[in-house]
């Protein structure tokens, strides 16, 4: 079926330095595509979304780069914090046979001080 | 302002028993989602209602149910629990499609 994929499961920086989370998708005909931050006991929190008529969209210390030509997501952080730590999630909303959201299975962001 | 609210936070039921869980949007909001996610995975959508009306469903059996009040808050119905519908179970509202979406911090549902 769909899926949303992500690369890497886990993922381990240096404090200062950028980051980049990979997603695979293979449902072209997604139209809107949302990065989320999930930390321990808490819901997910939303970070930075990209329609499919974009192929960058930036935020504060955080970029989402869209690649529609290969299906391919992206999230950057700009000097990643130790608060930056969590899972992360890709997620693609798509309307065809009704609305859905799908969710990739998450990468761990470790950030080492 | 409060956020997306869930209830209850924990709950134990056992195999064969009815639930239902509830969400309260933040106000304006007329979207609410459902998801399930098992721990080490990612949250998997059940349902979207928008308006009152269901807008989408995900792949899960028809004892999975749902529905949206005049207020915009919403419950989750599970009948006949399987012991693998543990799970954490969210909650999102948006303003409507392709908007920001905000959690609640969801219902741990152990069945037992």
């Known amino acids: 079926g769909e899926s949303v994929g992500l690369h890497l499961p886990t993922l381990s920086v240096q404090e200062g330095d950028n980051s980049i989370i990979n997603c695979a998708y293979s449902n072209s005909a997604s139209d809107y595509f949302i990065w989320y931050k999930q930390e321990s006991g808490k819901g997910p929190q939303f970070i930075i979304d990209?329609?499919?008529?974009?192929d960058k969209r930036q935020g504060q210390r955080v970029t989402v780069l869209l690649n529609k030509t290969v299906k391919h997501l992206s999230l950057q952080i700009a000097a990643t914090q130790p608060g930056d730590s969590a899972v992360y999630f890709c997620?693609?909303?798509?309307?065809?046979?009704?609305?859905?959201?799908?969710f990739g299975a998450g990468t761990r962001l470790f950030v080492k001080a | 302002d409060a956020g997306v609210t869930q209830s209850p936070t924990h709950l134990i039921k056992t195999r064969g028993q009815q639930v239902t869980l509830r969400c309260s949007p933040i106000s304006g909001h007329k979207s609410v989602s459902w998801y399930q996610q098992v721990l080490g995975q990612g949250p998997q959508f059940i349902f979207q209602?928008?308006?009152?009306?269901?807008?989408g469903r995900g792949n899960f059996p028809d004892r999975f149910s749902a529905r949206q009040f005049p207020n915009y808050s919403s419950e989750l119905n599970v009948n006949a629990l399987l012991l693998g519908d543990s799970a954490l179970y969210l909650c999102?509202?948006?303003?409507?499609?392709?908007?920001?979406?905000?959690f609640g911090q969801g219902t741990r549902l152990t069945v037992v």
């Open positions: 997620a693609e909303d798509t309307l065809g046979g009704g609305f859905k959201t799908i």
């Open positions: 990209i329609r499919s008529n974009m």
């Open positions: 999102a509202s948006s303003l409507g499609t392709y908007t920001e979406a905000f």
């Open positions: 209602y928008y308006e009152k009306e269901e807008r």
